[in-house]
């Protein structure tokens, strides 16, 4: 039997005014006045009219990706789709909570505010990440490990076959770059980041975020939740807790998630939010599988044409 995913984005999707079909209907309308509730009129001004660089702030992206790429999943919801399960990418892991029904929209909206604000606070002076690409996670790691006398330096994101982000301290990234390129990468760049997110240098945040997910109630979900940090699935919410903390000072297996997926017997995915970054991603990974998009009213009502043929 084939099986459906929903799966959520991460920070760096986002763009002033997104969402805003979404928005007309009436769970969107619904999901807007929750956010209103939760975060103020002046969060909902900045979503519609920017300005841009302060919808960039950790402690804005968050919230703000969340509520749009929920508000694409209730969409579905309305119609009727029922997914086999969900996942996201780092921060698009609460979105995936709130569609399996573990967490609701205004207690995830409060959550990843939150977040935001301890990892803008936790970045250290002096950290970035790095983009590499054409090179094997194997060699990224032995890159990262060469460079890590000159300080911390690990790989972040495992996002497709010859694609992966590393993060820690500038003066190791710049040195790991340069090895990943002896070591054959096609390009090894720098990330305009606000910080080293996902390395060890995000550890504090991680462990203040604990306390935020601990006063959760956590509701069992209605389909396993693949967790970033080991691309197993979570349905207790002692794991989920757990799993939240770690991811923010460990990588996210992104490759690794699709991949259980497509073992699992996931042959379509469905990305609810802000761009197509990771329907990109997926493509790499298995070329094979279905690709649907929920991000305005056009893209909508074409995954759920297709829902209705192929099921």
Same mark, same amino acid.
């Given at each position: ?7 959520? !984005? ?10 805003? &079909? ?17 975060? #103020? ?10 300005? &841009?660089?302060?919808?960039?702030? *950790? ?23 029922? /997914? ?19 967490? *609701? ?18 970045? /250290?002076? #002096? #950290? ?39 993060? #820690? ?20 760049? /720098? ?15 991680? &462990? ?11 509701? !069992? ?11 197993? &699935? ?39 939010? !802000? ?11 298995? /070329? ?7 991000e305005n009213k056009e893209s909508l009502e074409k995954s759920l044409a297709y829902l209705k043929e192929s099921r």
């Amino acid at each position: 039997m084939a099986k459906l995913a929903v799966i959520f !984005p991460g920070q760096g999707s986002q763009y002033v005014g997104m969402g805003k &079909e979404l928005f007309q209907t009436s769970s969107g309308k619904k999901a807007l006045e929750t956010a209103r509730e939760v975060l #103020g009129d002046q969060f909902l001004e900045l979503l519609e009219n920017g300005p &841009e660089e302060e919808l960039q702030q *950790t402690a804005n992206t968050q919230p703000a990706i969340l509520l749009v790429s929920v508000a694409a999943w209730l969409q579905l919801q309305e119609a009727g789709v029922k /997914p086999d399960y969900a996942a996201g990418h780092s921060l698009g892991e609460y979105s995936a909570h709130v569609a399996a029904g573990s967490l *609701t929209l205004a207690e995830a909206l409060r959550v990843v505010r939150r977040r935001g604000e301890l990892m803008q606070r936790a970045v /250290p002076a #002096g #950290g970035g990440m790095a983009a590499v690409l054409g090179l094997s996670a194997e060699k990224v790691e032995e890159a990262c490990q060469r460079a890590s006398d000159l300080g911390v330096v690990a790989p972040a994101n495992f996002n497709c076959p010859g694609q992966v982000v590393i993060s #820690g301290e500038l003066t190791a990234v710049t040195r790991a770059i340069e090895v990943a390129k002896e070591l054959g990468a096609k390009r090894a760049m /720098p990330l305009a980041v606000s910080g080293p997110f996902h390395s060890a240098l995000m550890r504090k945040a991680g &462990e203040e975020l604990l306390s935020v997910l601990r006063q959760v109630q956590w509701a !069992p979900p209605i389909c396993p939740v693949i967790a970033n940090i080991d691309a197993g &699935e979570v349905v207790s919410a002692e794991r989920t807790v757990q799993s939240l903390v770690d991811q923010v000072s460990g990588p996210v297996r992104w490759e690794q998630s699709v991949r259980y997926l497509v073992d699992s017997g996931v042959d379509t995915f469905i990305e609810c939010g !802000p761009g197509k970054v990771l329907s990109g991603l997926v493509k790499k990974i298995a /070329p094979e599988v279905n690709l649907l998009r929920v991000e305005n009213k056009e893209s909508l009502e074409k995954s759920l044409a297709y829902l209705k043929e192929s099921r």
